[in-house]
C-alpha cells in the first residue's frame, strides 16, 4: 500500500540538496543563515514521519519552527539576487508602480557563476543557470511549450486522485485511504520535471534543482506563510478563540435576523484574513464562531455552499491585507516594482466587488 510519505520525504531532500548548494555559494552574504533555514526546514519533514508515530515527540518540530522564526525575524535569511527592490530608486516610497530597472544579473553557469550586477561583483552563485536575457530569449523560442509541464501536474494529479482509489492488488487497496490526492500531486510533479527536461533541454540535468533553489530563495520565508497561518488558524480554534467570537456575535445578532449572520458571517472573515493573512487561519475561526452554530443549525443552511462561499469571502481579505506577503509582498518584489504595495492597491476594488458578490450569493443560494 503506497501511502504519501514518499513525497513528504522527496520535498525534504529537495529542502535539504538546496541548504547544501546555499552554503556553497561564497557569494552569499547571508548562505549560513539562508542555509540553516532551508536544512531544518528539509529535515523536519521525514522526522514528521516518527513524529507522527510517535518515536519522536512533537517538541522537537516546535523547536525546529522557533528557529527558523528566529533566523527570519533576525533578518539572517536572503535570496541570492543581486537585484533588490530595495536597490531601486524609489522603491517602497509610493512611486508610481511598474518595473525598475535591474540593478544586476547573473550569468548562466555550470557549476558556478560570476555576478555582473553592481552588489554582486566578483561573488559566485551556484543556483543561477541563466541570465535575464537568456531566459528571456528561451521564452521566444519556445513559446507555448513552456506550459506543457505546467499541464502535467493538474492532469495527472486529477488521473491520479480519481482513479487511483479504484486500484486493487490481492484485493487491498494500491492507494492508502486519504491518500490519493497527495500521491497524484506528488508523481505530477515529478513528472512534469522530467517532461520539462525533456522538453526545454536545460544544460544540466541539475537544473531544475537550482533553478527551483533559486526561485525558493527569491521568494524567501514567505513560501511557509500558507502553511503556518493555516496552523494558526487551528491553534486559535483550539483554544477557545471561536467560540469567544461566538459568544460575543450571538449578543450583538439581531435575533432572527439570516442577511445579518450572512454578513456578518463573510465579512468578519475577510476582516480575520486581513489580519491574520491567510483565508486558511481566519476561515475554522470564524466557522466555529457563527458558520455552523448560527448559518448551518440555526438556520438550517447547506453547509457545503456556506463553508465554500466563506472561504471565498476570506480570500477577499488575502487580496487586500499586506499580512499575506508570499501573495502580495513577494510578486512586488519579484517583478521589481516601485511601489511595493502596488497589488494591493490594485486588487483592492476587486476584493470589496467579490466581497459583496459573495455575501449576496450565500445569502440567495446556501439557504
Not at 33 to 42: D, S
Not at 135 to 163: D, H, Y
Request: glycine share 12%; proline share 6%; charged share 10%.
Amino acid at each position: 500500500m503506497i501511502t504519501s510519505e514518499w513525497l513528504y520525504w522527496l520535498i525534504g531532500a529537495f529542502f535539504v540538496v538546496v541548504a547544501v548548494l546555499i552554503a556553497s555559494d561564497t557569494g552569499h552574504a547571508k548562505r549560513i543563515g539562508n542555509a540553516a533555514f532551508w536544512g531544518i526546514l528539509g529535515i523536519s519533514f521525514p522526522v514528521g514521519t516518527f513524529v507522527v508515530s510517535g518515536a519522536v515527540p512533537a517538541w522537537v518540530l516546535g523547536i525546529a519552527v522557533l528557529v527558523m522564526v528566529a533566523l527570519a525575524g533576525a533578518g539572517l535569511t536572503g535570496t541570492t539576487s543581486r537585484t533588490r527592490v530595495a536597490a531601486v530608486p524609489g522603491a517602497g516610497t509610493g512611486a508610481p508602480t511598474g518595473p525598475a530597472d535591474p540593478t544586476g544579473v547573473v550569468d548562466r553557469v555550470s557549476g558556478a557563476a560570476v555576478a555582473t550586477g553592481a552588489r554582486g561583483r566578483g561573488a559566485t552563485s551556484v543556483l543561477a543557470t541563466t541570465s535575464a536575457e537568456e531566459r528571456a530569449a528561451s521564452a521566444r523560442r519556445f513559446g507555448n511549450r513552456l506550459f506543457v509541464p505546467a499541464l502535467v501536474v493538474p492532469v495527472v494529479a486529477v488521473l491520479v486522485a480519481t482513479l487511483g482509489p479504484l486500484v486493487r492488488i490481492g484485493g487491498r487497496p494500491l492507494l492508502a485511504e486519504g491518500s490519493a490526492t497527495l500521491t497524484g500531486l506528488g508523481l505530477g510533479s515529478v513528472l512534469a520535471v522530467v517532461v520539462a527536461v525533456l522538453v526545454l533541454r536545460p544544460p544540466s540535468v541539475a537544473t531544475p534543482v537550482r533553478e527551483g533553489g533559486r526561485l525558493l530563495q527569491a521568494i524567501g520565508w514567505a513560501a511557509l506563510l500558507p502553511q503556518m497561518l493555516s496552523t494558526l488558524g487551528i491553534v486559535f480554534t483550539q483554544a477557545g478563540v471561536g467560540a469567544a467570537v461566538g459568544t460575543i456575535t450571538k449578543a450583538v445578532l439581531p435575533d432572527g435576523s439570516l442577511l445579518a449572520a450572512v454578513v456578518l458571517y463573510c465579512v468578519g472573515t475577510a476582516v480575520f484574513t486581513v489580519i491574520m493573512g491567510n483565508a486558511f487561519a481566519a476561515f475554522p475561526i470564524m466557522t466555529a464562531a457563527i458558520g455552523w452554530p448560527v448559518l448551518v443549525q440555526q438556520f438550517d443552511g447547506n453547509p457545503a455552499a456556506i463553508f465554500a462561499i466563506g472561504m471565498l469571502a476570506g480570500f477577499c481579505g488575502t487580496l487586500v491585507t499586506p499580512m499575506a506577503a508570499n501573495f502580495n509582498l513577494v510578486p512586488a518584489a519579484l517583478l521589481e516594482m516601485r511601489d511595493k504595495y502596488g497589488p494591493i492597491k490594485a486588487q483592492l476594488p476587486t476584493a470589496v466587488v467579490l466581497l459583496a458578490v459573495n455575501t449576496g450569493i450565500m445569502y440567495l443560494v446556501a439557504f
